[in-house]
């Protein structure tokens, strides 16, 4: 089966990913871009090299992801990578009653989660990276 990789939807993407809104990612690639111009240009199937380079240099993104990154497989590796739901509700079984207390707790539950998830994170975008290479 023909694998179909839509180098512009891999664009809007990533770019979301990143948080970066199209008048950004516009302005980064200079002056004659403009978010209608992002637009377009996330609904190509096919973008050129040269132009495929600059925003990978904007988005910090190597190009190969733009150019081989299928949907698919992502869910596939998404799926495995968070299907075990360790990323989950922490109960507190020792509860107290210092306002200060709570709020150091519950912040080092935040933290600890936060930790977590660019642990897995990081995982997930190496596996991204070999399915990359491959």
Do not use: C
Not at 104 to 131: Q, S
């Amino acid at each position: 089966m023909e694998q179909k990789i839509h180098q512009g939807k891999n664009v809007k993407r990533f770019r979301e990913m990143l948080n970066i809104k199209q008048e950004a990612l516009a302005y980064d690639l200079g002056a004659d871009w403009n978010q209608k111009k992002i637009s377009m240009l996330e609904q190509k199937d096919v973008i050129e090299d040269s132009l495929l380079k600059q925003i990978s240099a904007v988005l910090k993104i190597p190009v190969e992801a733009f150019q081989n990154f299928d949907e698919e497989q992502a869910i596939n590796i998404i799926s495995n990578t968070f299907g075990d739901n360790s990323i989950g509700y922490q109960r507190n079984d020792n509860p107290t009653f210092n306002p200060i207390d709570q709020v150091l707790k519950m912040h080092e539950e935040k933290i600890a989660l936060y930790e977590r998830m660019l642990k897995e994170k990081d995982e997930m975008m190496a596996r991204l990276e070999k399915l990359i290479n491959k």
